[in-house]
């Protein structure tokens, strides 16, 4: 799971059916370059510049399509309201 920041949406006109009715989101995990952006499915109803949980799993894709196969691996499955983390420690 990485911490992501919401930078936009994608608006697809024809897709793979089970993305039907799916808000599709760009995030950036803030690495500073293009290479850091991703697609990812909404599935908590996060909005542009938003702080969010992203997981990679195919498990979340699976969960959120209802396929054992989907077409997707990304899927932001938390907003982050506050965060903490000890700089000493922190990579």
Known sequence: ??????????VSAEHHPALGGKKILVVDD???????????IDAVGAGGGCRVLVSDSGAAGSDVTGLQYPPLRSV????????????????
Do not use: K, P
């Open 30 to 40: 803030g690495d500073g370059g293009a290479s850091g952006l991703q697609l990812a």
């Open 76 to 91: 932001v499955v938390g907003i982050i309201d506050e965060s903490t983390a000890d700089e000493s420690t922190a990579t």
């Open 1 to 10: 799971m990485r911490v992501c920041t919401v930078v936009g949406t994608v």
